[in-house]
């Protein structure tokens, strides 16, 4: 699977758009964009997933770059039950998992702030 | 439905004890896996079943062991805590057919003393 690159921290305005980037420059054509969330100590929780097309969903909207090196993962209106650390995960499509489950890296730690 | 369900939650352990945590899932998913997290680090991975009776390692297998005897039961055995195992374990699932979504336990507590 290809390796992702997140800035460590960021921080959004209570009621902003929090925009957090992730760098895939070496993702494969078979590549899905994943993306998982961890508040405080429990356990990740998904967010969203694509490919190419860009994805929106109750939760976030995922912009992916045309040459897919890289994806913006949006949350339209942050509140401070949005703090968290956020990963970006870039994996083989489900069909061809095989033997080979998910990587987490550290992810970005994205602050809410009032 | 429980999703995936560990147990226990918190425990201590003093060097040397064996114990196992507990991972269940009732969602039929044949992939299962062990992650563990250090504070102020992302999650590692232990061990991993693809189906009933197949496991494999990950980044961190040592000191620690596993069986998949059923589809729903995943236990993760430490066989001689040390301190370095002081850490969350976390439990996952998936299902080999679908979006590839990972089911997250609440994570089990370890502290070896």
């Known amino acids: 699977d290809a390796k992702t690159t997140q800035p460590p921290s960021m921080d959004c305005a209570e009621g902003r758009a929090a925009n957090l980037p992730c760098n895939h420059s070496t993702i494969s054509g078979n590549e899905y964009v994943y993306w998982y969330r961890q508040i405080h100590s429990q356990g990740p929780q998904y967010i969203i997933h694509g490919l190419k097309n860009n994805e929106t969903n109750e939760m976030a909207s995922l912009i992916i770059t045309e040459d897919r090196k890289s994806s913006t993962l949006i949350l339209p209106h942050a509140t401070l039950r949005d703090t968290a650390v956020y990963y970006c995960?870039?994996?083989?499509?489900?069909?061809?998992?095989?033997?080979?489950?998910?990587?987490f890296g550290k992810g970005t730690r994205l602050s809410v702030i009032a | 439905n429980a999703g995936v369900t560990q147990t226990p939650k918190f425990q201590v352990l003093k060097t040397g004890q064996s114990m196992t945590l507990q991972c269940a899932q009732d969602?039929?998913?044949?992939?299962m896996s062990w992650y563990r997290q250090d504070p102020g680090m992302g999650l590692r991975l232990i061990h991993y079943?693809?189906?009933?009776?197949?496991?494999d390692q990950g980044e961190v297998p040592n000191g620690y062991n596993v069986s998949r005897s059923t589809t729903e039961d995943f236990p993760l055995r430490l066989l001689s805590a040390a301190p370095s195992q002081t850490s969350v374990y976390f439990c996952a699932s998936f299902a080999a057919v679908g979006t590839g979504e990972l089911f997250f336990g609440e994570g089990s507590r370890l502290t070896v003393l």
């Open positions: 079943s693809v189906g009933a009776g197949i496991t």
């Open positions: 969602m039929n998913h044949e992939y």
């Open positions: 995960i870039v994996r083989v499509a489900p069909q061809s998992w095989g033997n080979t489950p998910l990587v």
